[in-house]
């Protein structure tokens, strides 16, 4: 549509009160501007769409199109509390985290230039090591809504329907400066290439890469992943900042139970370097829960227990947990077992 069109359209719908109306077509105007490289214009536009307030669809509504808040469905809102220097981090990433604040903070400087921030992030590693706090720390430096994807809301079993649904998520997330998570993303951004997936995930995937490249830079898109073999070739290149989150290592975890302890109202003897080699090789999530455990011991002893008896039972029940590399070895020796077993 014409620029010209799209003004007339503009007024029309603000005389006759369409505020849906109106705020699509400010959106294609502002989207306009920004081909243009108009990027004032375009940023105050942006500006004062999200200054207009939208009217709650009426309780009788039977078609979900006229609700405008449909995409909203999709996604958890998570207040943002960790910031990035609470974070254990390894100096590539936190420099990358730090690099990616300053270019939003100073984005009128680097459009000036011709530049825009950038804005698509994928985390890869193991689980539990900090890929969703540092979004959450990205969205707490900034200022910015923090968005979690609904996954359990997003992918639908009929044809077609997963595809409409990240449409109306994508649509709703470009109204207004956010950071947007995808956890797990290898569950919608699947190597297309496998034989194992059905044509369905395919144009999922397909479509999710075509909605990423539409974005605006003011729309911080973070993906994770435990397992980045899976992820679609594709779906790296569109990421213009790619971080490794590796396990953290035994000195890693030191520092991060000493924060913890110094917390505590009463500091236990054993010292934070003892109890991270007792512990073994373990994740932050890991080290967190076991430290949840041990006041969790200690708050229901009514003060009959101790800290550091708390601490012992606690390390003592840690040896005898469940883990995936326990549950893999089982696994061999079962497998072993059968194929020596004479037939």
Excluded at 185 to 195: L, P
Excluded at 230 to 255: E, G, I, Y
Excluded at 323 to 335: C, L
């Amino acid at each position: 549509m014409a620029r010209s069109d799209l003004l007339v359209s503009l007024v029309r719908a603000g005389a006759a009160g369409d505020r849906e109306a109106l705020r699509s077509t400010t959106e294609a105007l502002v989207a306009d501007e920004r081909a243009k490289k108009h990027y004032i214009v375009a940023d105050r536009l942006q500006r004062a769409l999200s200054a207009v307030p939208v009217t709650p669809p009426a309780l009788t509504a039977s078609s979900p199109h006229l609700n405008p808040s449909n995409g909203r469905e999709a996604i958890l809102e998570v207040t943002a509390r960790l910031r990035i220097d609470d974070l254990i981090l390894s100096l590539p990433v936190k420099e990358s985290g730090r690099q990616l604040i300053e270019e939003h903070r100073r984005a009128d400087v680097l459009r000036a230039s011709g530049y825009e921030p950038r804005h698509r992030v994928l985390l890869s590693g193991p689980p539990g090591n900090g890929k969703t706090s540092f979004a959450e720390a990205l969205a707490e430096s900034l200022g910015l809504p923090f968005y979690v994807v609904r996954y359990d809301a997003l992918i639908g079993s009929y044809l077609g329907e997963t595809n409409a649904r990240l449409r109306k998520l994508f649509d709703y997330v470009r109204t207004t400066p956010s950071v947007l998570f995808f956890d797990e993303f290898d569950a919608i951004g699947k190597e297309r290439g496998d034989t194992h997936e059905t044509g369905e995930i395919k144009r999922v995937v397909s479509f999710l890469l075509m909605q990423l490249d539409q974005l605006p830079s003011y729309v911080i898109v973070v993906a994770a992943t435990n397992h980045g073999e899976l992820l679609d070739r594709a779906v790296w290149r569109r990421f213009q900042m790619r971080l490794s989150m590796p396990a953290p290592q035994r000195k890693d975890v030191t520092v991060f139970l000493d924060r913890i302890l110094s917390d505590w109202p009463d500091a236990p003897k054993m010292s934070a370097a003892r109890i991270s080699a007792k512990l073994g090789t373990v994740s932050y999530a890991e080290a967190l829960d076991f430290c949840q455990n041990v006041r969790r011991r200690q708050v229901l002893g009514l003060g009959e227990l101790s800290v550091d008896d708390a601490l012992r039972a606690e390390l003592e029940l840690w040896t005898s947990r469940v883990t995936p590399e326990a549950i893999s070895a089982e696994r061999s020796d079962q497998a072993s077992s059968k194929a020596t077993r004479p037939s």
